[in-house]
């Protein structure tokens, strides 16, 4: 019993002056009325609540009854469009037949020994008329053809009738959030955000979340938290009333954060509410000055919106990209200049608010983790709100903004462009199609976006942010560091140690060890290091291994000098991008992969000069194997498994072994690296002919065309 509880029992003994008697009992004709009076009232609800489940029950029929007619009508609509055109086009085929038989009788009758019988009966009938003889002289002047027809009949195209297809929305599979460790299982955070928000935030540190007015404060105090951080989005102030938290918090001298993530005029956070907390953050930078007036003190900082990469990744889901275009939102006025032409293009509009002319073409709003799936499955993502632009661009799907308004001089809003932008309908209407036709156009342009997420715009970013915002105050955490990845690096080609060291030092990505084995030959190491170290490259081990060794034992010499937390391999003779190694790492963020590489990827077949794509749709995907001048692991994992010590197949018994033990492996993208096929193929281990590496892949271009592949 609690202590509240106890307090409201009486004692044993006479009760109380204060405790009131018990009222008196009502006389049974009294208690009888009652009852009458309440079944009365039961029996009146009970009627109403059969004419409401009534009304609903039809309701529902008719509801029923007019998506069946619904249904009727478009396959109707269809069906009889499909028949307007076949009868078009039988029309004109028609037409054109006439035409042709026209034609040929004007021929005829151009026609010199046409025009000559006529003429010489002319001269019997009329013998000595000067008539006939110059009709007879006019039958011998050439005449000029008549004017073809067309060869083929100009057919009309079908009537331009669509009929929005709700089938992605029937059945999209709900993202799983994974249930996996945090990034800062040292730091524990109580969260108020909004569900995608708090979704996002719980992958970054211990979440308390959930909490309301009723359980804050036992909650707090059983766990007492390193920060609380409130999400307000509108102009309307918090769900959860926060100034006893917020009190809480200083007293015991707990950071507390405001993050405003409303955007657009009249957004924002009232000045009061934002005045409680110990930092102000706002995703819109023009709000900057203005929060900095209200508050009186500079404690507002900008934190953009972002992408959680455990959420939002380019993970190939089922029918990706199988639509054209989408629009996912409240509709907005000033995204017009992309509306325009989208209708007629095929878009989907998600949301509510549309005007009349879109709302064939409008589909059902979807839950948050059924959104993620669904969005996958369009081509182009429309003008999307900034939130949905970093997860869309973490997605891989790409993306078309509204151009933004101009900006005064020194002015910074904020906005993050993850694609093209236009600024009215004819540039919408050129560009749109060019989007959906081109799809080497959409996939350079989805994968610039996502690394470009994941350089600098995760939530592990924001909140790295944060808290070096906080630490002067309370040092919660560290911000995370880059890890280490050692490049492990064989080569029995004293002529190929220059571009190799070239292509390591080439990449973005720091901090990076080069672990450069030297197969039987005759080099200095010590120069080898040197060399890499003038290329730009601190960190460089360079071992001497002798030539009775296999390539899979001077690969494991490498993988036990290598300190890195991951483990990559390159070829001495392929040839690797500056972001080969940057755009590999972020995969381990996403997936369950323990090992990450290339299967999809270019190989230049020197004999016809040409770039040929090989294993194409192979990538973002879960695999069985990976090309072996081409991976990254985890460095535990590799230095556990090692490479057969054979000299051939090294690779294959690898992912063989990995297989068996239930390991994943992950495809990534296919850009930043290039296989060489020389027309010698002696200078090559593994002997395919041309024909045989032809047979799964499709040519890309001629030529070489690095700034194609290698950007």
């Not at 708090?198 to 359980?215: C, H």
Request: aromatic letters at 6%.
């Amino acid at each position: 019993m609690t202590e509240t509880d106890s307090a409201s029992v009486p004692k044993s003994g006479p009760a109380p002056a204060s405790v009131s008697a018990p009222p008196p009992r009502r006389a049974p004709a009294a208690r009888d009325g009652a009852r009458t009076a309440h079944k009365a009232r039961t029996d009146r609800l009970a009627a109403v609540a059969e004419g409401l489940r009534l009304q609903l029950a039809e309701a529902e029929r008719e509801r029923d009854e007019r998506e069946r007619q619904i249904a009727r009508l478009r396959s109707a609509l269809a069906d009889t469009a499909h028949r307007l055109g076949e009868a078009d086009r039988a029309r004109a085929t028609e037409a054109h037949r006439a035409d042709q038989a026209e034609w040929q009788a004007e021929v005829l009758r151009r026609r010199r020994w046409n025009r000559l019988g006529t003429a010489l009966g002319g001269v019997r009938q009329r013998p000595l008329s000067p008539g006939s003889y110059r009709g007879l002289r006019g039958a011998l002047r050439a005449s000029p053809a008549p004017e073809a027809p067309p060869k083929r009949p100009r057919l009309p195209k079908h009537p331009e009738v669509r009929v929005v297809d709700t089938e992605p929305y029937d059945e999209v599979p709900a993202l799983d959030f994974p249930d996996v460790p945090v990034n800062r299982p040292g730091l524990t955070a109580a969260v108020l955000a909004s569900g995608p928000v708090e979704a996002a935030l719980r992958y970054e540190w211990r979440q308390l979340e959930g909490f309301g007015l009723d359980d804050w404060r036992e909650l707090f105090e059983t766990e007492e938290p390193d920060l609380l951080f409130v999400e307000a989005g509108t102009g309307d102030g918090i769900a959860v009333p926060v100034e006893e938290p917020v009190e809480w918090c200083r007293e015991r001298g707990v950071p507390t954060v405001l993050w405003d993530t409303g955007t657009g005029e009249g957004a924002g956070v009232p000045g009061d509410v934002a005045g409680l907390f110990d930092q102000v953050f706002t995703a819109d930078a023009a709000r900057v000055p203005e929060l900095r007036e209200a508050l009186g003190h500079d404690r507002v900082h900008v934190l953009p919106f972002a992408a959680q990469p455990r959420l939002h990744h380019p993970v190939r889901a089922e029918d990706q990209g199988r639509y054209p275009l989408l629009y996912e939102g409240e509709y907005d006025a000033g995204a017009e200049p992309l509306l325009g032409p989208a209708p007629k293009l095929g878009a989907h509009f998600q949301g509510t608010g549309f005007p009349a002319l879109y709302r064939q073409r409008v589909v059902p709003a979807l839950p948050y983790e059924k959104a993620l799936t669904a969005r996958k499955r369009y081509q182009v993502l429309l003008a999307p709100h900034p939130r949905l632009a970093y997860e869309a661009a973490a997605a891989g799907i790409p993306i078309v903004h509204v151009a933004p308004r101009e900006q005064e001089p020194g002015e910074q809003d904020g906005h993050v462009e993850f694609g093209p932008a236009v600024s009215d309908v004819q540039d919408a209407s050129r560009l749109l199609p060019a989007l959906l036709a081109g799809p080497e156009m959409r996939d350079r342009q989805a994968h610039l976006a996502l690394r470009r997420v994941h350089a600098a715009h995760t939530y592990r970013h924001r909140i790295d942010t944060v808290l070096e915002t906080l630490k002067p105050s309370r040092p919660a955490a560290t911000p995370s560091a880059p890890p280490l990845v050692s490049l492990v690096l064989p080569t029995c080609r004293a002529e190929q140690i220059a571009q190799a060291i070239e292509h390591a030092a080439r990449q973005v990505w720091r901090p990076l060890q080069l672990v450069m084995v030297l197969h039987g030959i005759d080099v200095d190491p010590s120069e080898v290091e040197k060399q890499a170290r003038t290329a730009g490259l601190d960190d460089v081990v360079a071992l001497p291994a002798d030539r009775s060794l296999s390539l899979g034992e001077c690969l494991n010499l490498g993988i036990e000098a290598a300190d890195g937390a991951y483990i990559g391999k390159m070829d001495d003779d392929e040839l690797y991008g500056p972001h080969y190694v940057s755009d590999l790492v972020p995969a381990f963020s996403y997936t369950e992969a323990s090992v990450v590489g290339k299967l999809a990827h270019y190989t230049h077949l020197e004999s016809i000069d040409a770039m040929v794509l090989r294993h194409p749709g192979l990538e973002h995907r879960y695999v069985n194997v990976l090309r072996g001048g081409a991976l990254l692991a985890e460095g535990d994992l590799l230095r556990e498994y090692r490479f057969a010590e054979v000299g051939r197949g090294e690779d294959t018994d690898l992912f063989h072994r990995l297989r068996e033990d239930g390991v994943q492996v992950y495809a990534a993208d296919r850009y930043s690296f290039i296989t060489i096929r020389h027309a010698d193929p002696d200078r090559h281990t593994w002997q395919p002919s041309d024909l045989e590496l032809l047979a799964d892949a499709r040519v890309a271009h001629y030529g070489m065309a690095e700034e194609h592949i290698l950007f």
